[in-house]
């Protein structure tokens, strides 16, 4: 692998012939850049590699950086560009303009039409960088968008459309699971995944790595069990029954805690398959009681358990812990126990970014872990050179014998710093500890502002002022990431930022990010440490005797570069331990991601599919094929077939009748005679559709076939994940788990493609009988504008009394009036159904107008604007969108044209509604349709 110093000065190289251009590009005109931009495009188009114009490209985006941002591009922001578009991660210490750096690649690729995307970590940070890089993409002629979490499915497809989407990473993978959920093309909002550009990268593909991204639904109710599970869990003790792995934060239970366990649930051994659910349970509870502490890992707020992302101290909003972890600490914190969901799709983030064409990344410190982004992600981690040297003074850490000692000392410093008047930046590694030095200042007099978990609304806008002049700032972790703190020459002159850290962090990333607060762009500053006997870390790496002996210290530290090195080793064995963590989670979600793969692309090909013939073919050979083994039965070590209880099984029900002899049976391969039943079973099932129109039947295959997809992946995704919370068992028997896993997972595969044909089959079959026998085509009419004005006219009703209250009393009348003559009794009748199903159309249309104002009435007026005077009887959706676009213009801002668009969806959905209640309108009773007289189909075939 080539060095980084032999990289860098390879990308210097190109970056200097970039400069080069600049003369030449400022010539151009301003409207010159769009121009160019579609020269690029066409090259591109027509076979060029978009890299053989990777100069001249970043010259044109560098010069309109120039004249839209008033930013000229360093030598070092196109070398990091230069990185990002080969794929890697760029390093780029803070200040050196990541965001500036992003700009290149992106338009580069973006010239491809295949779309680019920009990953950050918050939708704060997504919204200002596409606004302000928005300005220069739309000066050279590069549409951009915004995805969010709020957006309609509409508004998601339309920025997901433009060359360059800008979005969160836990919304894009989310994004990714729906349009593998739809059962309509259209419904999908992704593009396919092309190139991204993750901002903050070690965050999101070493952080985020650990927990994989859900989507539930349904629900399962259990809460008796959790409380139980819970109150067994509070009988226990550290050490008498429990042990507690500090190092990885995972609790067994020891010989005397499974007996307890056997005795509390009456069991007779706690590990029989049959108590895999008691004792996924009890594990849960473990966790919740001994390993998740409150304020660390998560957070009460108004009886509701939020989880706390442990880099940032953010909470982690719309998150929660799944497999049940959730409800164990909704039982141990005493709050409301929610039904658990049950898992309808999930992927890691290092199975969602290994489907990108490309990817790459900033961030300011990922050197640590380049061997888990390499493993990982193929990707490698340059380091860029600074654009000024770094003068920050990076202190030996002072490490005392009590956390009390500690935060005296941090206190006396903070205030001899804050008389002079420098600023002071002090990084916490939990909201507990966040909390518990603010109590300190406090008591000290001292004035500050404060962003965690807890507090982070202000959070960009703190973290922008923690440079200015005795500005005291306490945030938790890297709370504020991606916002710069700007020094003045005042502060300066004063030595610059302070930053103070208390209690070493986990990964050394993570400290250097912190120290990274402080020096940007060649500006002075100062880092410490206070370290203590009591930090966690401290804890999970030393012996009780070593701890002890610091003690004796009292107030007074230790200030040695030799145990701050031991510090620094104990980090990069957590690191070790973190990543065996994170590359086991991959390990087991691999399997996943092989089965994942073949359901999505299977799924796939059933949603863009114009005829399914081909695919009703697999499933019935499959189905035929399992039929043959289910009555085969074992004889002297062989199985023989059993001609007659198969012939019994399919005769008229899958193959027609009288097509096989148990002649038939004798002396051929199962595959050979699982072929020649599926072609049977096809022939029957065409004979079966025939007089059903083809777009019908086609809508009715792929909801069928889609919907026993759908139901068995969801119970894969459950029995595999039970599978993995209990094979480390396996371990006791002298076995690989993950080898047992793969064996397991594999066969359970198996069963389920077998079941899924075998439903398909089955209910295509009963689906079409149910149609062609209750349900025959002359039953089937569709109503029309003109019908719902005839029979207004016929029955002497007008627009104003369409209601049941209304309709129902005119059609007691008229049919008293004709109740002798039953050929217009039946007409009233057929009539009289269609104008209730109309009546009840509107009334969910009056529902849905309802609710909505119940949320915003703003909303239900701009759906009363869009549809005017309008009859909803007879507004098309061309009229909808028209009126839309209309009123779109006169959009004062954002959020009132996303006001707009939620009208217009929910208008849509009514008219599509009120367009299919025509189209498939059924009559309800066959005995009415078998006792018409001719005259009354003739009625029928007239309102059609």
């Given at each position: 692998m080539i060095s980084d110093k032999r990289l860098i000065k390879r990308y210097g190289q190109i970056a200097d012939k970039i400069i080069e251009l600049e003369p030449e590009m400022r010539k151009l005109k301003d409207e010159d850049f769009k121009v160019k931009t579609q020269e690029f495009k066409d090259l591109i188009a027509n076979g060029t590699e978009p890299d053989s114009l990777l100069i001249e490209a970043y010259a044109l985006v560098r010069e309109a950086a120039r004249r839209v941002l008033g930013l000229n591009a360093y030598r070092v922001q196109l070398i990091?560009?230069?990185?990002?578009?080969?794929?890697?991660?760029?390093?780029?210490?803070?200040?050196?303009?990541?965001?500036?750096?992003?700009?290149?690649?992106?338009?580069?690729?973006?010239?491809?039409?295949?779309?680019?995307?920009?990953?950050?970590?918050?939708?704060?940070?997504?919204?200002?960088?596409?606004?302000?890089?928005?300005?220069?993409?739309?000066?050279?002629?590069?549409?951009?968008?915004?995805?969010?979490?709020?957006?309609?499915?509409?508004?998601?497809?339309?920025?997901?459309?433009?060359?360059?989407?800008?979005?969160?990473?836990?919304?894009?993978?989310?994004?990714?699971?729906?349009?593998?959920?739809?059962?309509?093309?259209?419904?999908?909002?992704?593009?396919?995944?092309?190139?991204?550009?993750?901002?903050?990268?070690?965050?999101?593909?070493?952080?985020?790595?650990?927990?994989?991204?859900?989507?539930?639904?349904?629900?399962?109710?259990?809460?008796?069990?959790?409380?139980?599970?819970?109150?067994?869990?509070?009988?226990?003790?550290?050490?008498?029954?429990?042990?507690?792995?500090?190092?990885?934060?995972?609790?067994?239970?020891?010989?005397?805690?499974?007996?307890?366990?056997?005795?509390?649930?009456?069991?007779?051994?706690?590990?029989?398959?049959?108590?895999?659910?008691?004792?996924?349970?009890?594990?849960?509870?473990?966790?919740?009681?001994?390993?998740?502490?409150?304020?660390?890992?998560?957070?009460?707020?108004?009886?509701?358990?939020?989880?706390?992302?442990?880099?940032?101290?953010?909470?982690?909003?719309?998150?929660?812990y799944s497999d049940g972890l959730q409800q164990a600490l909704q039982a141990k914190e005493n709050v409301e126990i929610e039904e658990e969901t049950v898992t309808l799709a999930t992927i890691t983030y290092q199975n969602f970014y290994r489907l990108y064409s490309k990817i790459a990344g900033m961030t300011g410190t990922a050197k640590t872990e380049e061997e888990e982004f390499i493993k990982i992600y193929n990707t490698r981690v340059v380091v860029t050179p600074t654009n000024k040297p770094v003068i920050r003074k990076d202190e030996p850490d002072l490490t005392f014998g009590s956390k009390n000692a500690a935060l005296k000392k941090l206190v006396k410093d903070v205030k001899e710093t804050h008389k002079i008047g420098a600023p002071i930046l002090i990084g916490t590694t939990s909201v507990e500890s966040s909390e518990q030095i603010a109590r300190y200042l406090s008591k000290a007099g001292l004035k500050f502002e404060t962003i965690n978990a807890k507090n982070h609304d202000r959070e960009a806008e703190i973290v922008a002022k923690a440079g200015q002049l005795g500005a005291i700032t306490l945030a938790t972790n890297m709370a504020g990431r991606g916002t710069d703190i700007k020094l003045s020459d005042d502060v300066k002159k004063l030595g610059g930022l302070r930053v103070f850290g208390v209690e070493r962090n986990e990964a050394r990333r993570i400290d250097n990010q912190l120290r990274g607060r402080s020096g940007r762009q060649g500006d002075p500053g100062l880092s410490r440490f206070y370290i203590s006997m009591d930090d966690d870390l401290m804890i999970r790496f030393t012996v009780p005797k070593q701890r002890q002996r610091f003690k004796s210290l009292g107030d007074d530290y230790i200030k040695s570069r030799l145990f701050t090195r031991a510090i620094t080793n104990n980090q990069k064995k957590l690191e070790g331990m973190n990543f065996d963590q994170r590359k086991n989670v991959l390990d087991y979600d691999n399997i996943l991601a092989q089965q994942r793969e073949i359901i999505y692309a299977q799924r796939e090909d059933i949603l863009e599919a114009t005829d399914l013939t081909v695919a009703i073919k697999k499933f019935q050979v499959t189905t035929a094929y399992e039929l043959i083994e289910k009555h085969s039965t074992e004889v002297h070590g062989e199985k023989t077939l059993n001609s007659e209880s198969l012939l019994k099984a399919i005769d008229g029900n899958l193959v027609p009748k009288n097509r096989f002899t148990v002649q038939d049976f004798y002396n051929k391969e199962k595959m050979d005679l699982a072929i020649e039943m599926a072609e049977s079973m096809m022939k029957l099932y065409k004979a079966r559709i025939s007089d059903i129109p083809e777009d019908v039947a086609l809508n009715m295959e792929r909801k069928v076939i889609l919907d026993s997809f759908d139901k068995y992946w969801t119970k894969h995704l459950d029995l595999a994940n039970k599978l993995k919370s209990g094979i480390y068992l396996q371990q006791y028997a002298q076995n690989n788990p993950l080898a047992i896993y793969v064996e397991q997972a594999t066969s359970l595969f198996n069963k389920m493609k077998v079941n899924i044909a075998d439903e398909i089959v089955n209910n295509l079959s009963n689906v079409i009988l149910k149609l062609v026998e209750e349900e025959p085509r002359e039953e089937r009419i569709e109503i029309t504008d003109k019908d719902i004005e005839d029979i207004l006219n016929e029955t002497g009703l007008s627009k104003d009394d369409i209601n049941n209250s209304a309709i129902n009393k005119r059609f007691d009348e008229l049919e008293k009036e004709f109740k002798e003559d039953k050929p217009k009794l039946r007409r009233l009748r057929i009539q009289r159904d269609i104008m209730l199903g109309l009546v009840m159309e509107l009334e969910r249309r009056e529902q849905m107008i309802s609710e909505s104002s119940a949320e915003n009435q703003e909303i239900t007026r701009l759906i009363k604007q869009i549809q005017k005077e309008r009859d909803i009887t007879t507004i098309t959706i061309e009229e909808v969108q028209a009126d839309f676009e209309k009123i779109a213009k006169k959009c004062k801002d954002a959020d009132e044209l996303h006001k707009l668009s939620i009208a217009r969806d929910i208008l849509l959905e009514l008219v599509q509604r009120m367009d299919d209640f025509k189209k498939q309108a059924r009559f309800e009773s066959k005995k009415k349709a078998e006792d018409a007289t001719e005259e009354d189909q003739k009625v029928k075939v007239r309102i059609g």
């Open positions: 990091g560009g230069i990185i990002l578009n080969s794929g890697d991660i760029a390093e780029m210490r803070t200040g050196e303009g990541k965001t500036l750096t992003g700009i290149f690649p992106a338009y580069l690729n973006a010239l491809t039409g295949k779309g680019v995307h920009v990953v950050t970590v918050n939708e704060y940070l997504s919204k200002r960088d596409s606004e302000i890089n928005g300005q220069v993409y739309d000066f050279l002629g590069i549409t951009v968008g915004l995805n969010g979490s709020r957006l309609s499915k509409w508004e998601k497809k339309e920025a997901y459309e433009k060359d360059i989407t800008y979005t969160t990473n836990s919304e894009l993978g989310f994004d990714y699971l729906r349009d593998n959920m739809v059962t309509d093309p259209n419904q999908r909002v992704q593009r396919k995944l092309n190139y991204c550009i993750i901002d903050e990268a070690d965050s999101v593909l070493i952080d985020e790595a650990r927990t994989p991204l859900i989507i539930s639904g349904g629900s399962t109710s259990r809460k008796n069990m959790y409380k139980t599970a819970n109150n067994f869990a509070l009988t226990l003790k550290e050490h008498d029954d429990v042990d507690i792995d500090l190092e990885s934060k995972q609790v067994y239970l020891n010989e005397q805690g499974m007996k307890k366990a056997n005795e509390f649930f009456s069991l007779k051994n706690l590990f029989a398959l049959e108590n895999t659910e008691i004792f996924h349970l009890i594990m849960n509870a473990l966790k919740a009681q001994f390993v998740f502490k409150e304020g660390i890992e998560y957070t009460v707020r108004d009886g509701e358990i939020l989880l706390i992302d442990q880099f940032t101290g953010r909470i982690m909003e719309g998150r929660s």
